[in-house]
């Protein structure tokens, strides 16, 4: 059983940055580097698992990064291999980046831009930005 939890949420003013993480707990028998992993936000008002905006994604052994074209230049995924972590350095915030962020693991060691190809999901950490 995999299990992610967020963390780094929180208020910030437009054009701070803010860093995101998630802690990957895999379950016997797996490794972290068996799973791609991601962040997608989910605006408020919204809640359907497909609805969630895609914001980055990295492959198993973090050579190859994906970002949203929202996001682009802006914000940097990340991965930790040693502390079983995934971070997104989130910069030039506005209040459209305003929403729940969600990371996501996908058995599958390459990513892509859609929710229903992961498998596992955190609770999700909220960041809200004030123009």
């Known amino acids: 059983q995999v299990q992610l939890e967020e963390s780094g949420g929180g208020l910030v003013q437009a054009g701070a940055s803010l860093r995101a993480s998630c802690e990957v707990s895999v379950g016997s028998g797996s490794s972290f580097s068996d799973y791609s992993l991601a962040w997608f936000r989910e605006a408020p008002g919204k809640s359907e698992l497909r609805e969630r905006e895609f914001v980055a994604a990295i492959n198993w052994n973090g050579g190859q990064t994906l970002y949203g074209d929202s996001v682009k230049g802006r914000f940097t995924i990340s991965r930790n291999d040693a502390k079983a972590t995934v971070s997104l350095l989130m910069t030039n915030l506005s209040s459209g980046d305003t929403a729940v962020y969600y990371c996501?693991?996908?058995?599958?060691?390459?990513?892509?831009?859609?929710?229903?190809?992961?498998?596992?999901w955190g609770q999700g950490t909220l960041v809200t930005v004030s123009s």
């Open positions: 996501a693991a996908s058995r599958s060691k390459l990513f892509s831009d859609a929710p229903l190809w992961y498998d596992y």
